[in-house]
C-alpha cells in the first residue's frame, strides 16, 4: 500500500468526510460502469457500489486495507457482484421449482403469484391446440381426465399424455422465458 493511501484511509478511519467525499467521487461512477460489466442493471450497480461506500464508512475502523485503495475497491466490488449475481441465480432455481411445482400440480392456478400465472397463461397459448385446451381444462376448470376425455371426445390416455407433454413443454418454455429474464 502506497503512503498516499494509507494516508487517505487512515483519514476516513478519523472520521474525516471530506476525504471520503472525494474519494466517493472519484471512484463511484468508475466503479458503478465496472459493476455493470457483470450485472448489466444501472439500478442495481449503483446501488451496489453505494453500499459498499456505506460498508466502508460505517466500518472504516474494522476495515484492513494491505492493497491500494484502488485495488481494494475493485475486488470489493467485484465480490459483491458475484455475491449478487449468485443470489439471483439461487432465487432463479427457486423460482423454477415453484413453475415446476405448479405445472405438476392438479390444483386450480388462480392460487398462485399473478405475474407467474400470467407467464403460464402466456405459455400455454403457444401450445398446440388441443394440447393447450386439454391443460386448460384440467389444471383450469379442473376437470376429471375421464371428463376431458368425454367432453373432446378422445382417450383417457391420450388425455394423460397430452398432460405429460404440455407439463414438459411448459416448463421448457418457462425455463427460456426465467433464463432470458435473468441474463437481461
Known amino acids: 500500500m502506497q503512503i498516499e493511501d494509507k494516508i487517505v484511509f487512515n483519514e476516513i478511519k478519523r472520521g474525516n468526510k471530506e476525504v471520503y467525499r472525494r474519494l466517493f467521487d472519484e471512484y463511484y461512477n468508475k466503479l458503478v460502469l465496472f459493476t455493470q460489466s457483470y450485472l448489466f442493471d444501472q439500478q442495481e450497480s449503483e446501488d451496489l457500489v453505494q453500499d459498499l461506500f456505506v460498508y466502508l464508512w460505517e466500518n472504516a475502523r474494522k476495515v484492513s486495507i494491505t492493497i491500494s485503495i484502488k485495488a481494494y475497491f475493485y475486488q470489493a466490488i467485484r465480490n459483491r457482484c458475484i455475491n449478487h449475481l449468485k443470489a439471483l441465480k439461487v432465487k432463479d432455481k ?49 376437470l376429471t381426465r375421464e371428463a376431458i376425455a368425454k367432453e373432446l371426445n378422445i382417450s383417457v390416455n391420450t388425455v394423460k399424455t397430452q398432460l405429460q407433454r404440455a407439463r414438459l413443454r411448459l416448463r421448457e418454455k418457462l425455463l427460456n422465458k426465467t433464463g432470458l429474464f435473468f441474463f437481461l
Do not use: C, R, W
Open 94 to 142: 427457486n423460482h423454477l421449482l415453484y413453475l415446476d411445482g405448479m405445472l405438476q400440480a392438479d390444483d386450480d392456478l388462480q392460487h398462485f403469484d399473478p405475474k407467474i400465472l400470467e407467464e403460464i397463461l402466456q405459455s400455454i397459448e403457444e401450445l398446440p391446440v388441443q394440447m393447450a385446451k386439454v391443460f386448460t381444462m384440467k389444471v383450469l376448470d379442473g
